[in-house]
Antibody, heavy 117, light 112 residues
Framework: EVQLVQSGAEVKKPGESLMISCQGS????????VAWVRQMPGKGLEWLGI????????TYSPSFQGQVTISVDKSTSTAYLQCSSLKASDSAMYYC??????????WGQGTMVTVSS | DIVMTQTPLSSPVTLGQPASISCRSS???????????LSWLQQRPGQPPRLLIY???NRFSGVPDRFSGSGAGTDFTLKINRVEAEDVGVYYC?????????FGQGTNLEIK
């Protein structure tokens, strides 16, 4: 079964850092791109960036450039999203998604991030 | 950035009746390779999004044939032939023709 499995919910304090993971299985991970998408509570979808798992080439949304870092470990078929200096406004659901035919055909279950003092 | 504008933002529909959602982009979504990378996603309450349609009109694996997509250039439409209870949720269009990829605001489909 093709799937993306994300790490569990996180509770962080303002100023802390965060890394969430997304492990792919059931397909050739290195041959696809993986994106990260943010969904703030009750809001729509925002594209953060995308990485090609084969060579780690990454493109970020200008809105999130410098605020997030996307990486990948081919040996474990895992993509990562790092956020530093967290603020309360970073509280959101974060999804990873696989890109195929230039559409997101497979999604992780989501990782809820809560930033609160 | 390409702005994606969906209408309506909310759509109350009677079960068994058709529904239609429009998506307009601020510039043409025709890629230099000739393809148009416009897709439609469905997000049921409490679930991650799910791909319905890619490249304007291609139904993704497992998607019921009551869902169809059409359009060209800057104007696109998602149609649901006969709405079923399981279709309740928020629908998003998305463009992947140009970075940054962008989504429409979402259309909330609800049953009357």
């Amino acid at each position: 079964e093709v799937q993306l499995v994300q790490s569990g919910a996180e509770v962080k304090k303002p100023g802390e850092s965060l890394m969430i993971s997304c492990q792919g299985s059931g397909y050739s991970f290195a041959n696809f791109r993986v994106a990260w998408v943010r969904q703030m509570p009750g809001k729509g979808l925002e594209w953060l960036g995308i990485i090609y798992a084969g060579d780690s080439y990454t493109t970020y949304s200008p809105s999130f450039q410098g605020q997030v870092t996307i990486s990948v470990d081919k040996s474990t078929s895992t993509a990562y999203l790092q956020c530093s200096s967290l603020k309360a406004s970073d509280s959101a659901m974060y999804y990873c998604a696989r890109l195929q035919h230039e559409a997101f055909d497979m999604w992780g279950q989501g990782t809820m991030v809560t930033v609160s003092s | 950035d390409i702005v994606m504008t969906q209408t309506p933002l909310s759509s109350p529909v009677t079960l068994g009746q058709p529904a239609s959602i429009s998506c307009r982009s601020s510039q043409s979504l025709v890629h230099s390779d000739g393809n148009t990378y416009l897709s439609w996603l469905q997000q049921r309450p409490g679930q991650p999004p799910r791909l319905l349609i890619y490249k304007i009109s291609n139904r993704f694996s497992g998607v019921p044939d009551r869902f169809s997509g059409s359009g060209a250039g800057t104007d696109f439409t998602l149609k649901i032939n006969r709405v079923e209870a399981e279709d309740v949720g928020v629908y998003y269009c998305m463009q992947a023709t140009q970075f940054p990829y962008t989504f429409g605001q979402g259309t909330n489909l609800e049953i009357k």
